[in-house]
């Protein structure tokens, strides 16, 4: 059986270079915080699928409540009545949320792929987007307050 080689990195935290065929059923001794940190985690990749599928549901849903049931009759109280309702508030908000995370997730892998390292990634993630995040959220909630109360 061919033996792997592992040459030197060519820069601090990379992973080693592997050249050469892996033997059936090795093991290869891999950093283990190298799968959760590569490109910004597991759960930054996850919760990105997962608001993926919320906007495509929900706006499916806002979609069909807003522009096939009320054809002719869309005015602000036809929207009123709509957002009286438990059911398109949740949406709404859940629509908001998944949207303002998404967004700004997907920038934030942009930012990492393309100029940051390691350590600037928790400094940039934990308070400059989520500073943003939050504030576009508390100003979406008080664009749906009037119907929230």
Known sequence: MAQETVSSAPH???????????PVGAVRDLDRGQLGDARGGVWGWLMQRVTAVVLIVGLGTHLV??????????????????????????????????????????LRMVLLDYFWNARRQRLVFTWLLWAFGTAFFIFGLWALWPWIT
């Open 12 to 22: 601090a935290g990379a992973p080693p270079v592997v050249s050469g065929p892996v």
């Open 65 to 106: 409540a807003t522009h096939i049931l009320n054809i002719g009759d869309l005015s602000y109280d036809n929207i009123a009545t709509r957002l009286a309702g438990v059911f398109f508030i949740v949406i709404d908000v859940g629509l908001l949320a998944a949207a303002i995370f998404h967004g700004l997730n997907g």
